[in-house]
């Protein structure tokens, strides 16, 4: 996060040109401007919709694909091949000399 994210700061000036997003310029500790774009500010004008590159064509080829994918990955698959062998818990056989 921008260390200046959340402060206020008194407004110098606004600049939005007919062909740009455009700029304020705001007091920084009384002695100082800064220049901001407009479009970090609350200034800039509010989106009321969410874009998207989804189409309802790709939405749905998803749930389909998820569906078929629910068959294929099923939770509780059959077992193939043999169990392998159970663990007797025996001591090994083999002794090794300390190093």
Known sequence: ??????????????STPPNGSGHV?????GYMRLRVPIE????????SYLGT???LE???????LATECEVLCQSNPAQSGT?????CNK???MNFKPS
């Open 53 to 55: 590159k989804l189409t």
């Open 58 to 64: 790709s939405v749905t080829e998803l749930v389909t």
């Open 91 to 93: 001591p090994s056989s």
């Open 1 to 14: 996060m921008h260390p200046l994210f959340g402060r206020r700061f008194a407004v110098v000036s606004l």
């Open 40 to 47: 970090a500010t609350h200034l800039a004008p509010q989106h």
């Open 25 to 29: 310029v705001v007091a920084y500790r």
């Open 83 to 87: 169990a392998s062998a159970q663990n």
